[in-house]
Nanobody, 118 residues
Framework: QVQLVESGGGLVQPGGSLRLSCAAP????????MGWYRQAPGKQRELVAR???????NYADSVKGRFTISRDNAKNTVYLQMNSLKSEDTAIYYC????????????WGQGTQVTVSS
């Protein structure tokens, strides 16, 4: 069974920063698309950012210029660096892995809470 292990969530003030991490098995990390979704209370889950095995990235418009997704192939880990956080970024963040951008089974992490509040 594929397990994605997330860490790095927490409480931060508006304007602050957090970095989320997601470790994946080496058997999928090297070839899969990795990324992050988030789900705020009462809202649908939305794509935040994704990165292909080749390093191409995509971001939601709401986080462009503030969030950066990256991957460390030596550590089988994907990161989401979140800067200039806003209250509307408050959500549960889920790491995912998928064989391609649009096809294949989706593996999910357990989710990590990010709360932006003063």
């Amino acid at each position: 069974q594929v397990q994605l292990v997330e860490s790095g969530g927490g409480l931060v003030q508006p304007g602050g920063s957090l970095r989320l991490s997601c470790a994946a098995p080496g058997s999928i990390f090297s070839t899969y698309v990795m990324g992050w979704y988030r789900q705020a209370p009462g809202k649908q889950r939305e794509l935040v950012a994704r990165i292909t095995s080749g390093g191409s990235t995509n971001y939601a418009d709401s986080v462009k210029g503030r969030f950066t997704i990256s991957r460390d192939n030596a550590k089988n880990t994907v990161y989401l660096q979140m800067n200039s956080l806003k209250s509307e970024d408050t959500a549960i963040y889920y790491c995912y892995a998928r064989q391609t951008i649009l096809r294949g089974y989706v593996y999910w992490g357990q989710g990590t809470q990010v709360t932006v509040s003063s």
